[in-house]
Structure formats: structure tokens, C-alpha cells
């Protein structure tokens, strides 16, 4: 009895934080750069009963005839869908959309190396009078050096697609300066190992090197563009509607429970 309640109580607990889950998703459906969450639920380490092997005693059986019993599901892997959002146009030259299996690599508070692919960029005032490119959060945007990228007084950022960095007067179209930097587009050999930071931006874990990637035409840079949320509404109302029959379904089972409990206590109270 016990333990069915245990089965019982963990199934509705896993269900609210699946649906947590899902209507943090549905919230954020129009928010570019977010990338979707998802958990997936294990089975509590089971009790055994009888742990002592014994020879099958039914024909075709090929278990012991000891007892396991499951005691619930726990949540036990979080993880972000890592797939490219849609591609949205916005005609602010500081956007850019990587199209590609990458990040943008931007400064942390201390100088350690953080990524993002959200590419909402704008100037930000350095400190010394010096405009660089930054994220909304104040970040400094990195080149392929891990140096800022310093934006001239008068003039605009210029992105080509391979993430080759110029600048272009404001009042004279024709006047462009080549920089000669190239922004800093890497990868990671496993992007769910990226420590999640908040502001769509990612920690890299100890021992992982950031490569390379942007001058070998892997990747391609879409200057005006943004990248949308990769949520699927659809799907995640699918999901919805399944675990809360899955909630319910639980909450029934425990109700039940309670009633065969009292119904033993009024049989041996008699």
C-alpha cells in the first residue's frame, strides 16, 4: 500500500514538472534565441524482494523468482532542444543569424569565454569612450583573436556571410573600412554539455576547447536577421494534453489508494 502511494505521488510530481516545462515553452513561443526545454523521467532505483537466485520453476521463464517493485518515476535528464529557430528579418545592421551549427563567442564578466547564438548586438560604450560591439547585457562581442570588435565614430558594422567584419560611413556609403577581423563562429564536440547562463548565453565545461569555424565556410551570417524561438505550439499542446492525463490518471490511483486504506482499517477495526 505503501508503496503504491510513493508510485503514485512521484507520477503526479513528475507530471507538474513536466508541465512547468511545457508552459515555460509555450510562454516563450515568441522570443528570439529561445531554445526549447525538455525532460525525460527514469524509474526510482527498485526495491527487490528476495534477492536470492533462484532456478525457474515455470516452463519458459528465464528469471529469477524474486520480486522487483518499481518505486515511481523522478525527473532525471533536463536538456534544450539545440536546433536553429526560425530566421527572422529585421533590417537592424547589428543582427545576425547563424545559419549552422555554431555560436557567437562573447566575453564573461571575468574574461572566460562564453557562447550564444543569439545575435541581438548592438554598440555598447566601452569605459574609455571607445564604442564596441556588446550583447543587451553589456557582453563584449569577440573576434576570431578573443579581441573586441570597436566600432568607428561615423560609421557602420558590415557582416559578410563568413563573418568577415567592415565598416561603412554613415554619410558616405562608398567610404568602407576593412578591419581585417573576422567574428569568433565556433563550435563544441557536444553542445548539451553547455552550462546554461541565462540571456540565451552558455558556459563552456572544463576541458572543452571552442573551434573554429567561421573562415572555413561551415557556417553563414545573415546580417538584419534575427533567430525566432525553436518551439514547436503544436507539439508542445500534444505533450500537454498527455501529461495531464498522465496527472490525472495518478491523482485517480492515489485516491483509490486511500480508499482501499481505509476500507482495510474499518475491516480490522471491527
Known amino acids: 500500500m505503501y508503496t503504491s502511494m510513493i508510485n503514485a505521488v512521484s507520477g503526479m510530481r513528475s507530471a507538474q514538472i513536466k508541465m512547468d516545462s511545457i508552459g515555460n515553452n509555450v510562454a516563450n513561443t515568441n522570443t528570439h534565441g529561445y531554445k526549447g526545454q525538455e525532460i525525460s523521467f527514469g524509474s526510482i532505483l527498485a526495491d527487490q524482494h528476495r534477492a536470492t ?44 543569424y547563424l545559419q549552422g551549427n555554431a555560436f557567437f563567442q562573447v566575453q564573461g ?11 541581438s548586438f548592438q554598440p555598447i560604450n566601452h569605459g574609455d569612450g571607445r564604442m564596441v560591439l556588446g550583447t543587451t547585457d553589456g557582453r563584449r562581442v569577440l573576434d576570431s583573436n578573443e579581441e573586441i570588435i570597436e566600432i568607428p565614430v561615423g ?56 573551434v573554429q569555424v567561421g573562415e572555413n565556410g561551415e557556417v553563414l551570417v545573415k546580417q538584419g536577421f534575427l533567430e525566432g524561438s525553436n518551439v514547436d505550439l503544436a507539439k508542445e499542446m500534444a505533450s500537454l ?6 496527472f490525472q490518471l495518478n491523482s485517480r490511483a492515489l485516491t483509490i489508494i486511500n480508499e482501499m486504506g481505509q476500507t482495510i482499517n474499518n475491516i480490522y477495526g471491527r
Request: proline letters at 8%; aromatic letters at 4%; zero cysteines.
Open 155 to 210: 560609421y557602420k558594422l558590415s557582416v559578410d556571410s563568413s563573418g568577415k567584419i567592415s565598416f561603412i560611413s554613415s554619410a558616405d556609403p562608398t567610404n568602407v573600412i576593412d578591419s581585417g577581423k573576422q567574428l569568433s563562429l565556433v563550435k563544441v564536440p557536444n553542445r548539451q554539455a553547455l552550462i546554461p547562463l541565462g540571456e540565451h548565453v552558455y558556459g563552456v565545461p572544463p576541458g572543452v576547447e571552442p
Open 53 to 96: 537466485p533462484e532456478a525457474p520453476s515455470k516452463t519458459g521463464r528465464m528469471t529469477p523468482l524474486h520480486l522487483r517493485v518499481g518505486m515511481g518515476a523522478v525527473a532525471n535528464l533536463h536538456r534544450y532542444d539545440m536546433q536553429a529557430g526560425a530566421m527572422i528579418q529585421t533590417d537592424v545592421e547589428t543582427d545576425l
Open 109 to 119: 564578466d571575468q574574461g572566460e569565454t562564453r557562447l550564444t547564438r543569439m545575435g
Open 241 to 246: 494534453i498527455e501529461v495531464q492525463r498522465q
